[in-house]
C-alpha cells in the first residue's frame, strides 16, 4: 500500500513541476523546486511505528473487544494475546498517537500502563471480562 502511495506522491510532484516549468521563469523553478524536494523529503519518511503494551483483560470477547477497538484510521495492525495480555500495534504516528490509542482501549473498559479505565467503563464489561484492577498505574 505504501509503494501504491508513493507512486501517487510522485506522480503529483511531477504534475506540480510541469505546471511550474510552464507559469514560472527558471530562477523562481530552481528555488521552488529545492523547497519541494525539502518538502517531500518530509512526506516520504517512514511514519509507521510498532509498540507493544500491556491491555488487562480476560477473554475472547476482550479479544474482539480490544482489536476491533484498534480497528481506526491510523492503526494498520493490532494484535491482543488472551496468555499474556500483551498488545502489539504498527500505527501512522501522523494520524493517532501513541497516548490515543490507550486512550482508546481505556474508554472501552481496559486499563493500560498509560491509562486506566473509568469505573464506568470497567462496569459495563461483561462479567467474565471482569479482571483484577490494581489501585494505581
Given at each position: ?6 507512486f501517487f506522491k ?12 510552464f507559469f514560472?521563469?527558471?530562477k523562481n ?14 512526506n516520504?519518511?517512514a511514519?509507521?511505528?510498532?509498540t ?8 475472547g470477547m476482550?479479544k ?14 493490532a494484535?491482543?494475546?488472551e496468555?499474556?495480555?500483551i498488545?502489539n500495534?504498527?500505527?501512522n504516528s ?11 482501549l ?7 500502563p498509560i ?12 462479567h467474565?471480562?471482569?479482571y483484577?484492577?490494581k489501585d494505581s498505574?
Amino acid at each position: 500500500m505504501t509503494t501504491v502511495n508513493n507512486f501517487f506522491k510522485v506522480k503529483n510532484l511531477k504534475t506540480i513541476l510541469f505546471f511550474l516549468k510552464f507559469f514560472l521563469n527558471v530562477k523562481n523553478l530552481k528555488t521552488i523546486l529545492f523547497f519541494l524536494i525539502i518538502l517531500s523529503a518530509f512526506n516520504f519518511q517512514a511514519q509507521s511505528k510498532k509498540t507493544s503494551f500491556i491491555v488487562n483483560g480476560m477473554c475472547g470477547m476482550c479479544k474482539e473487544r480490544i482489536e476491533s477497538t484498534l480497528d481506526v484510521k491510523g492503526v494498520t495492525f493490532a494484535s491482543w494475546s488472551e496468555e499474556t495480555h500483551i498488545c502489539n500495534v504498527t500505527f501512522n504516528s501522523n494520524k493517532i498517537s501513541e497516548k490515543e490509542i490507550h486512550q482508546l482501549l481505556a474508554a472501552k473498559g481496559h486499563d493500560t500502563p498509560i491509562c486506566r479505565a473509568s469505573d464506568e467503563a470497567y462496569n459495563n464489561l461483561h462479567h467474565c471480562c471482569h479482571y483484577v484492577r490494581k489501585d494505581s498505574l
